[in-house]
């Protein structure tokens, strides 16, 4: 069984920063794609950065230069270091990653955590 869970979340001004990660744990043979998804009420989820391997990173045009994700190899985590916050940026942030697990690819997900940027 695999497992993500997200940490780092909560309110924050405007203009402020937070850190999210995801650490992934289980049965995994290999982690391939890593990376971020958000999702405001009302709205639909929302790619926000993905770490595609090899150093490759991909973007939401809304990040503007604000955020960064970086991957930890060996502790088989992704972060996400987001800056510059807006209140646009309100949402429940969640992570994925593309993992092989027992002779399967699949796309797992964590249960997510709420960002709120807020006076």
């Known amino acids: 069984q695999v497992q993500l869970v997200e940490s780092g979340g909560g309110l924050v001004q405007p203009g402020g920063s937070l850190s999210l990660s995801c650490a992934v744990s289980g049965n995994i043979a290999s982690t391939y794609n890593m990376g971020w998804h958000r999702q405001a009420p009302g709205k639909q989820r929302e790619l926000v950065a993905q770490?595609?391997?090899?150093?490759?990173?991909h973007f939401a045009d809304f990040v503007k230069g604000r955020f960064t994700i970086s991957r930890d190899n060996a502790k088989n985590m992704v972060n996400l270091q987001m800056n510059n916050l807006s209140p646009e940026d309100t949402a429940v942030y969640y992570c994925?990653?593309?993992?092989?697990?027992?002779?399967?690819?699949?796309?797992?997900w964590g249960q997510g955590t709420q960002v709120t940027v807020s006076p």
């Open positions: 994925n990653a593309l993992i092989l697990s027992d002779g399967r690819v699949a796309d797992y």
């Open positions: 770490y595609i391997g090899g150093g490759i990173t």
